[in-house]
């Protein structure tokens, strides 16, 4: 079983719609970090959230870290081309290796 | 600093041959990663340096698979008699100490035929 269970796994939508993603577990973390990884290259860290409740917003992409730090979720308004990726996220376990979700593939049409 | 560095980008090589990938991580970063990735999954952690101890290597890594980072600064990956198999993105990543998430190199990409 995944630590880490993310939803959608696909995502396709219209330019300018707003979009949600999320990023699930059973357990508690004490910090998550959010990715984007484009076809070829490696994944890009967006964000990390540390504190329950936590709200970042980098932008128009808004993350959200859940109160009991088990959850998180992305949310992206009036998404754009650009934003077309896989999203990732990634939480620490152990010595500080990062272990990754299933990942949510957007594509965004123009 | 330019961020991780990873060469070669692309390698193809034949079943059987040994091969080895370098990364540069970023020069503050004492903490070094090995992560491999296929087709459609997320990255699968390999291995993990602190400096150039190797603290913890995955099942993943097997007996034909060795890493190390002499001197606590670049991280060399070998692998060796390839197998199809093997055929994936590996993913080289540092960070400091702290929670604020590790960064990635651009990635090699081994096709094995």
């Known amino acids: 079983t995944q630590l880490l269970e993310q939803s959608p796994q696909f995502l396709s939508i219209q330019e300018g719609e707003n979009l949600t993603v999320y990023c699930n577990s059973s357990s508690v973390f004490s910090s998550l970090q959010w990715y984007r990884q484009e076809p070829g290259e490696g994944p890009v860290l967006l964000v990390t959230?540390?504190?329950?409740?936590e709200v970042k917003k980098l932008k128009r992409l808004t993350f959200q870290f859940g109160d009991a730090r088990k959850d998180s979720s992305l949310h992206i308004t009036a998404a754009q081309p650009g934003d077309t990726g896989l999203y990732l996220c990634a939480v620490n376990r152990g010595t500080y290796k990062y272990i990754f979700g299933t990942g949510t593939r957007l594509k965004v049409l123009a | 600093d330019t961020g991780v560095s990873q060469d070669p980008r692309h390698k193809i090589t034949k079943r059987g041959q040994n091969v080895t990938f370098r990364c540069d991580p970023i020069?503050?970063?004492?903490?070094l990663y090995w992560y491999r990735q296929t087709l459609g999954q997320g990255p699968e952690f390999l291995t993990y340096f602190q400096n150039e101890a190797q603290l913890e290597k995955s099942r993943l890594l097997s007996d034909r698979f060795s890493a190390e980072r002499p001197k606590g600064s670049f991280s060399t990956l070998e692998i060796q008699r390839t197998e199809q198999g093997d055929s994936a993105m590996y993913l080289c990543?540092?960070?400091?100490?702290?929670?604020?998430?590790?960064?990635f190199g651009q990635g090699t990409r081994l096709t094995v035929v």
């Open positions: 959230v540390v504190t329950g409740g």
């Open positions: 020069s503050e970063h004492n903490r």
């Open positions: 990543a540092s960070s400091s100490r702290g929670p604020e998430g590790a960064f």
